[in-house]
């Protein structure tokens, strides 16, 4: 199906003459000593054809796979298992970690951050020393890096205790029923104990930052040195839209992973059955998806390893490429007599230059709180979509997994077709973003929209009717008051009155009751039959185990507003990008795109999930009791929570939109002030990189600007 995008070529120095030959009748061995003078110049200007074979070590018999499609085709796989490990299965676990190791989602929101401090840290060690060694070697290497973090996502369970369903109910005391001689869990159990395991996850993430920045760098570099211009863009184009649908599939399938029970491998299928993704005790295995990560990344690393230094034809791929400001400036840096620490000084003058520049400020600031609401929502939209519409994690995630492809990938389109179709400059661009931050705003209202808030006994209901809820207690009532109930744990049940109840033990329910599988049917309770006497109902005071439920219909104009929402967000992006390129002189756009690099990551994807837990745990309504700590959040206020994430909402889309808006305002003037400044510099002798180098690693000649950016902002989306 792929034909050789480029084929080895002879060094243009060869004759073809070989010694004791003829050509054209005359005798080729007077012509011995010149061709051996001409190949050893060959042989400094480039590589020996075995250097240039696909193979390991000795063994060169993959000559068919020695192209840059085949190349691309393993940076696709590559990026379709990141996405789906880094920015799927983690966000989809994120509720499910939550229960199982009683985290806050500020706590579970440092896992997510945690990939871009490792990215942080090393993407400059690793563009640097990669860009001079053998970079397929270290796009293998750190594909396997990203194996190791998906292997250490597993020790929290491999050396956790099996999730013993009999002893999470209260405390170990089997069904938590009114009995004054209650055991306190906390005499045995120590406080937080499984908390320890979040920095464990934190290592993980760190891991995996670190080993796919090899991928955004030094890979997609790769690919722009040994493919040709005019094919760059597709090939980079398609492995961010690959790696974008595999955190679709990480979305979909991590979810679905979490309809088997959590030790599955270690107890007997009779010790859960009859529970449900759907009650408040199931955990699922959230630890599957990682073993699949890991064993594709290892799949994925070892052809990558046997690709050469450089593919076959490269050398005449950049000669081509070569445009006769490039040959000035190759010709500059080689007469360039000063010395390295001369040449350090320019660096703090390009950065003084890009930080007088408002326009350029403002623009980085809107792109980072665009990313703010990214990072935040990518991260936690499938826990508002559980807690607000009472659906399984398994069902979020294929919701989430549609989102991501329709927001995403329709964002990214959408961007571009709109520069295209309106011959969008910068300040149109910069407009535009305005516009669809704005138009955003509205979208957000989405998130009033959730079922009915259910009747929950002490929290939203007293537990008699016309009474007030106790303010130091909201779940003691002069019906349980002597029952030994304790908060550890939630088993909430639904009583005859049509209230959900913490425990049966807040219910006042005695040992009378029936079990049939995981459900189990209590005859008699003490505050359900005081309420039903209070109103006069003849009514059995009889519960079962589970929360009260409600039908909801409402849960697809949130999806379409969501989706709407991401689109319009996520659309921001192309547009914004390109207008920096424009905003500052050519020979700052690798280090304005670097800044803004490091400024989408500080300002954006590292504080943003952790924020919008701090948002979300501030919704919480009842929160576990870890003898006197703190651990996960049991039931949240739904309308609290809608106004809450709004508010956060609004505010960041404003902010973004002034941003925007002032960046626009201030774009001309700065146009000049910045070409003042450039002719003050080649003034005093400053040589400009005439090249450019995008966030991700890859280097471009300044005039392709355009597809460069396009690219550059389709990394920055799956990135996320």
Not at 131 to 140: D, F, T
Not at 343 to 365: Q, W
Not at 487 to 511: R, V
Not at 683 to 693: A, F, I, L, V
Request: aromatic share 10%; hydrophobic share 40%; with cysteine.
């Amino acid at each position: 199906m792929w034909s050789s995008q480029v084929d080895s070529k002879p060094c243009p120095h060869a004759t073809g003459r070989k010694s004791g030959k003829t050509l054209g009748g005359i005798d080729n061995k007077a012509f011995s000593d010149l061709d051996n003078d001409e190949e050893k110049k060959c042989s400094k200007e480039g590589k020996d054809d075995s250097e240039l074979e696909c193979g390991y070590g000795p063994i060169k018999c993959f000559k068919c796979f020695n192209k840059i499609q085949f190349y691309v085709l393993w940076m696709c796989l590559i990026g379709f298992v990141e996405g789906a490990a880094v920015n799927g299965v983690v966000n989809i676990v994120l509720t499910t970690l939550e229960k199982r190791y009683s985290l806050a989602s500020s706590q579970s929101a440092l896992i997510v951050s945690s990939t871009d401090i490792g990215a942080i840290l090393f993407v400059l060690l690793v563009s640097y020393f990669g860009s001079k060694g053998h970079r397929p070697r270290w796009l293998g290497g750190g594909t396997l890096v990203m194996m190791l973090g998906s292997l250490i996502f597993l020790l929290p369970h491999i050396f956790s205790d099996v999730y013993d369903v009999s002893a999470i109910e209260s405390g170990g005391n089997g069904t938590h029923i009114c009995d004054p001689n209650n055991p306190d869990p906390c005499a045995e159990q120590k406080s937080g104990e499984t908390s320890g395991f979040l920095y464990v996850f934190m290592l993980a993430q760190f891991v995996h930052g670190v080993g796919f920045t090899p991928f955004f760098t030094l890979g997609t570099a790769y690919v722009d040195d040994n493919a040709k211009t005019e094919s760059t863009a597709i090939y980079l184009g398609l492995i961010y839209a690959i790696t974008a649908l595999g955190v679709a599939a990480g979305f979909i399938g991590g979810g679905q992973f979490l309809n088997l029970w959590i030790d599955f491998d270690r107890v007997d299928q009779s010790l859960y059955e009859g529970f449900t993704p759907m009650d408040s005790i199931w955990i699922g295995a959230w630890w599957v998806g990682f073993i699949i990560t890991a064993v594709l990344f290892f799949l994925f690393a070892l052809p990558v390893f046997g690709y050469p230094e450089n593919l076959p034809g490269t050398e005449h791929i950049r000669e081509a490429r070569l445009t006769e400001k490039d040959r000035a400036r190759i010709e500059a840096a080689k007469n360039d007599s000063r010395s390295m620490w001369q040449r350090a000084k320019d660096f703090p003058k390009a950065i003084f230059v890009l930080l007088r520049n408002p326009s350029y400020i403002c623009m980085v600031l809107g792109a980072c709180a665009e990313t703010l609401i990214i990072g935040g929502l990518s991260a936690f939209a499938p826990k508002i979509l559980e807690e607000k519409f009472d659906i399984s994690p398994a069902e979020a995630g294929l919701i989430m997994g549609a989102v991501t492809i329709g927001g995403g990938a329709g964002g990214m389109i959408l961007g571009g077709v709109l520069i295209k179709c309106f011959k969008l400059e910068a300040k149109g661009m910069l407009r535009l973003c305005v516009l669809l931050s704005i138009m955003a705003i509205a979208a957000g209202g989405g998130l009033f929209i959730n079922c009915p808030e259910f009747q929950f006994a002490g929290l939203n209901q007293p537990y008699y009717p016309g009474d007030t809820i106790n303010p130091t207690d909201v779940l003691e009532s002069s019906c349980n008051a002597n029952c030994g109930c304790r908060e550890y744990t939630y088993e909430p049940i639904c009583g005859a009155d049509g209230l959900t109840y913490f425990s049966p033990c807040h219910a006042g329910c005695n040992n009378n009751y029936t079990a049939e599988g995981a459900l189990k049917k209590f005859a008699f309770c003490e505050c359900i039959s005081d309420r039903l006497n209070s109103t006069g109902s003849t009514l059995a005071p009889s519960a079962q185990s589970g929360e009260c439920g409600q039908t909801c219909d409402q849960m697809y104009a949130f999806i379409i507003l969501l989706l709407v929402g991401m689109l319009l967000t996520l659309t921001t992006v192309t547009p914004a990008s390109m207008a920096i390129l424009r905003c500052v002189p050519d020979e700052h756009r690798a280090l304005g795109l670097g800044l803004q690099w490091v400024a989408l990551r500080l300002l954006g994807t590292i504080p943003g999930p952790v924020l919008t837990g701090y948002v979300i745990d501030s919704s919480c309504a009842l929160w576990q009791d870890l003898c006197g700590m703190e651990g996960s959040c049991y039931v949240y206020d739904r309308n609290e929570m809608g106004w809450r994430v709004f508010l956060w909402w609004i505010s960041v889309k404003l902010f973004s939109a002034s941003a925007f808006f002032l960046a626009s305002v201030t774009y001309k003037s700065q146009r000049q002030d910045s070409k003042k400044e450039i002719k003050s510099e080649y003034n005093n002798g400053y040589q400009p990189d005439e090249k450019t180098t995008t966030s991700n690693g890859v280097t471009l000649s300044s005039h392709n600007g355009t597809d460069k950016g396009n690219i550059d902002s389709m990394a920055t989306v799956t990135h996320l």
